[in-house]
């Protein structure tokens, strides 16, 4: 959460209505909900201070091309902001390359807390750039695909967009 003021705008994707949140040059947040209202609501808690900016509908546009080519290289810059642990699990999930998956032990290993797998799991949830930072990519050891912020069948769609099928 940050007091500056922040732009944000929303777009009707296939999945629901997505909001983007940038400051002035970085992108911070992607979110899609059902309802605009619903939407609306959830990035003023993170965002009080955010104003619409229709200039950034093509960044929106850009997310939304991410989705349906997962192969798309996205140049757009971004930051994200989280508790450490978070920062770290984030960063072992952008190493994930395109068309495999990993495990929340895998994660929780590579970061150095073995134990850590359900805390691993809770920053996948909390993950403000799905899409850009690939939670989806992450499974659960048993061979069940775990959970998804977006949910199950959002992640089964994007794992297969990869070429992973196996989970469907």
Not at 16 to 23: E, N, P, R, T
Not at 125 to 142: M, T, Y
């Amino acid at each position: 959460m940050t007091n500056s003021i922040n732009f944000f705008t929303t777009r009707v994707s296939p999945w629901g209505h997505m909001g983007v949140v940038c400051d002035d040059t970085t992108l911070l947040r992607i979110d899609v909900k059902p309802r605009l209202d619903e939407l609306h609501l959830f990035l003023l808690e993170y965002y009080p201070s955010m104003e619409y900016s229709g200039r950034l509908k093509l960044i929106a546009d850009e997310v939304i091309h991410l989705i349906h080519h997962p192969a798309y290289d996205i140049q757009l810059p971004y930051r994200l902001e989280g508790t450490v642990f978070q920062e770290k699990v984030w960063q072992a999930i952008l190493t994930i390359p395109l068309g495999a998956v990993k495990t929340y032990q895998d994660i929780a290993q590579e970061i150095g807390h073995r134990r850590a797998v359900r805390a691993v799991g809770t920053a996948c949830g909390a993950n403000p750039l799905p899409f850009i930072v690939p939670c989806h990519r992450v499974v659960g050891s048993s061979g069940k695909l775990g959970g998804f912020g977006l949910g199950v069948e959002f992640k089964k769609e994007l794992l297969a967009k990869e070429g992973i099928t196996h989970f469907l």
